[in-house]
């Protein structure tokens, strides 16, 4: 995982990445240890935010996400969970108004 992101931001054209799935409790769930240290600057409070606006759909489960978000080259990286509604709260809630037009 920590290869394929290195690639991403280090290619000039990509200006976004976002991962879905490997953020939870269990052994396999290494995605924010495998790309954190990629990181130049965190942005803090992105896994706040999102546990914050997920309690209304999945209550006190969001505690078990450790969804992260970074930049890293330029590049912003954002870590989130795998499931579907995860990832529409996530879009719906922070990243659409983040990732718009005069962002980069």
């Known amino acids: 995982i920590r290869a394929v992101v290195s690639g991403w931001i280090a290619d000039p ?3 976004t990445v ?5 953020t939870g409790f269990y052994i396999r769930d290494s995605i924010p240890e495998a790309v954190s240290v990629l ?4 942005v803090d409070g992105f896994g706040e935010m999102f546990r914050l606006i997920s309690k209304d759909d999945i209550g006190m489960s969001t ?13 912003g990286i954002f870590c989130l969970p795998g499931s579907s ?3 529409r ?3 719906e809630g922070i990243l659409q108004e983040q990732l ?3 962002t980069r």
């Open 13 to 15: 054209n990509v200006h």
């Open 85 to 87: 509604g995860a990832c």
């Open 63 to 75: 505690i078990q996400s450790r969804a992260v978000a970074g930049m890293a080259n330029g590049t």
């Open 39 to 42: 990181f130049d600057k965190s």
């Open 89 to 91: 709260t996530a879009w």
């Open 100 to 102: 718009d037009s005069r």
């Open 18 to 22: 976002i991962t879905t799935g490997g």
